[in-house]
């Protein structure tokens, strides 16, 4: 029975989990709290955080599995994309541990482990199937052949999905992060109440960086247009009024236009490649109103629909194992030298 190891460190979250022979037993997550009076992840207090939190975290992963650190066949972590000082903390410490062990060293990649989330717990899809990854620094729409064959076929040209969602949150003077934020005050409005432009972007690419500035203007013309003018800039206080009074409203009405640009493309997607078998994965992911959306359009297009759990949605050491639990049978092993890198390598 193979039991593996994985750290996840690629942003603000420090994760362990025991996986034996494709069953994850353990799970363990420490967030960072510290960020949320900076409005966003602050990249050296993350590592400093990691380093603080990476031993208890995985000391609980091994007493949560009732597992020791001797019986475990290889050590895991993810190599990339993500924050290169995050990155270094659950590489180094992962190495540490397989040369002091001599065991395996398995390097992993963020977004693979996000589509393969959707294989920790029955049901599962079959390959090939699709998967729209959504997360605050990544959109993607991933086509998967096997656990270890993936191919992108469609991604953001500029901004993310979940960019998008706490870039909004913040022009509604949420706090970060604000994704969830608008998810929770979107239940109490209308969606339909404002109309914000799709953007028409050809292929299956997406792009958020125009909805994001065609938000900030409607709400600096207090709802008048979304085009810049200089003459139709409201005040300050007529800003903040109508924001108020509209709050709820406001949120649904984002929220909408995202999901609708995400599925759209998704639908797209399906249609091109005739796959049936369709998932969503990533932070966005958990989004109560996307989740409901995906599983709508899948009865009406005759998908067979998969949405990991909540705790695999977030970034999360999971599935990072999950990944890494696929890499081994193929004896895909990493040796020391191996590097990480913060951008995201196809």
């Not at 039991?3 to 362990?16: F, G, N, V, W, Y």
């Not at 998967?131 to 991604?155: D, F, N, R, Y």
């Not at 993310?160 to 239940?187: H, V, W």
Request: aromatic content about 8%.
């Amino acid at each position: 029975m193979t039991s593996i190891l994985a750290i996840e460190s690629s942003c603000d979250e420090t994760s362990a989990a025991i996986c034996r022979h494709g069953k994850i037993l353990s799970n363990v997550i420490a967030n960072q709290k510290v960020h949320e009076q900076y409005g966003g992840v602050v990249p050296e207090l993350a590592s400093r955080a990691h380093i603080q939190n990476i031993v208890p975290v995985v000391d609980a992963a091994l007493s949560t599995a009732k597992c020791q650190l001797s019986t475990i066949d290889a050590f895991a972590f993810t190599q990339s994309p993500g924050l290169i000082g995050s990155l270094l903390v659950g590489s180094q410490f992962a190495k540490s541990l397989a040369l002091a062990l001599g065991k395996p060293l398995i390097a992993v990649h963020h977004m693979q482990a996000h589509v393969l989330a959707n294989l920790i717990d029955d049901p599962r899809p079959n390959f090939p199937f699709l998967c729209l990854t959504v997360s605050g620094g990544h959109t993607q729409i991933v086509s998967c052949e096997s656990p270890t064959k993936m191919k992108v076929i469609g991604e953001t040209i500029d901004d993310a999905a979940g960019e998008a969602f706490d870039k909004s949150a913040k022009l509604l003077g949420l706090p970060y992060p604000g994704g969830p934020l608008i998810d929770s005050y979107a239940q109490r409005g209308n969606p339909k109440r404002f109309q914000f432009p799709e953007p028409q972007i050809p292929g299956l690419n997406f792009s958020f960086s125009g909805l994001k500035t065609s938000i900030l203007y409607f709400l600096q013309n207090a709802g008048k247009s979304h085009v810049y003018k200089e003459e139709n800039i409201a005040t300050v206080e007529e800003q903040k009024t109508f924001i108020e009074e509209n709050f709820a409203d406001l949120c649904a009405s984002i929220q909408q236009r995202i999901i609708t640009i995400l599925l759209n493309k998704l639908k797209k997607a399906a249609i091109e490649t005739g796959i049936k078998d369709v998932c969503i994965a990533g932070g966005v992911s958990a989004n109560s109103a996307l989740r409901k959306a995906f599983e709508e359009l899948g009865k009406k297009n005759h998908w067979n629909t998969f949405i990991p759990a909540f705790e695999y949605c977030t970034d999360n050491a999971a599935m990072i194992a999950m990944t890494a639990y696929y890499k081994y049978l193929e004896k895909d092993f990493a040796d020391l030298s191996v590097t990480v890198s913060a951008r995201a390598k196809h």
